[in-house]
């Protein structure tokens, strides 16, 4: 079944005036206030469309804009590190060598998703079954064409074409990259020595693009391909989509319910916040395989950090309620602590 993926671009890849951040007091509901302040971002594109409505929302309550480029996850941990942004966003947390360099970065999961395997596929239907070691083994060359027995067996009743399969991934720094390196090194012993985790890797094979929208379109061109994308990205163009196994052999909708399932996973976070979501235990049924916090990354020291501490209140807090027309699943209460007692640290 042919894609039809470029009718419509849904979030295209520019600096945007995004976010807004108010100077003043405010919890979660962030009060009306006089504008003036402004901040300005970088990174994650993944949470590109639930930043645009809380754009809209807080700029009306607060008269403030913050400028905001969805440059990719690994950009916005470089612009960071540097202190050319007054924050970032990531889908993938700091590694340790990461942090280092950001010395003073604090990390604040703020939005949660999920990502997607989108193919162009002539003939087959929508919803094709997959397991993690079978798509490791087509981004490593090793199952070559559609009509693989290894794809056959997880789609009886299925006629599947001969296609060759090309492989499309993310060529610049992706939390999406993070989100399916992450995955497949936990599903496939031969991917975690082979490739491994990274927001940007040497994939075996395949051809690259920038974004979402890069991704999608190097899908859309030929037949055959398969690559992966954010879910908002995914639903908003009616885009083919993969269900993937989860631990316990069944294949969940991704969706805010199968995200949420994987969240619940989580009990307690670690001191930096980060967590991995990707192949939870099969003792949450139904949970998403590759479900992924967005972490805003915020230096501990800021001249705005009353600001930063107004606009994170926001996100989390009445921000959220944005999200599950967007696919971005309800931030579970064990983050939302500890996300207020991170933004508290912000001086």
């Not at 809380?54 to 913050?66: F, I, N």
Request: hydrophobic residues 40%; contains cysteine; charged residues 20%.
């Amino acid at each position: 079944m042919l894609l039809q993926m470029m009718r419509r671009v849904a979030f295209p890849v520019v600096v945007v005036a995004l976010l807004a951040a108010g100077c003043g007091g405010g919890g979660g509901g962030g009060g009306e206030k006089s504008g003036g302040e402004t901040l300005s971002g970088a990174g994650s594109s993944l949470v590109f469309p639930l930043a645009s409505k809380w754009s809209e929302d807080y700029k009306q309550r607060t008269g403030v804009t913050v400028n905001y480029n969805p440059i990719g996850s690994g950009g916005g941990i470089a612009e960071i590190t540097a202190r050319d942004v007054d924050f970032g966003a990531s889908d993938a947390p700091l590694t340790p060598d990461q942090a280092q360099a950001a010395e003073g970065v604090l990390q604040i999961p703020w939005a949660l998703a999920g990502t997607l395997f989108s193919y162009n596929l002539n003939g087959a239907p929508n919803k094709l079954k997959l397991t993690g070691p079978v798509i490791a083994d087509l981004y490593l060359g090793k199952i070559k064409n559609w009509n693989d027995p290894a794809i056959a067996k997880l789609n009886p009743g299925v006629s599947l074409p001969a296609s060759k399969v090309t492989p499309v991934f993310r060529s610049d720094g992706s939390g999406d990259t993070y989100a399916i390196t992450d995955y497949l090194s936990k599903v496939s012993p031969e991917w975690k020595k082979k490739v491994g985790v990274s927001t940007q890797v040497n994939f075996p094979t395949g051809t690259g693009g920038k974004g979402n929208t890069g991704v999608a379109g190097g899908i859309s061109r030929t037949d055959g391909t398969i690559g992966y994308l954010a879910i908002s990205y995914v639903f908003e163009n009616h885009l083919n989509y993969a269900l993937i196994q989860d631990a316990a052999g069944k294949f969940p909708v991704p969706g805010i319910e199968s995200i949420s399932a994987a969240a619940r996973t989580v009990k307690k976070l670690p001191a930096d916040n980060a967590v991995s979501l990707t192949d939870p235990p099969a003792s949450e049924p139904g949970a998403y395989p590759i479900a992924t916090f967005t972490y805003a990354l915020v230096p501990e020291k800021s001249p705005k950090a009353e600001a930063l501490r107004d606009f994170l209140t926001y996100a989390i807090g009445d921000g959220q309620r944005f999200g599950r027309a967007l696919q971005f699943a309800p931030l579970p209460n064990v983050v939302l602590e500890a996300d207020r007692a991170t933004i508290a640290r912000i001086k």
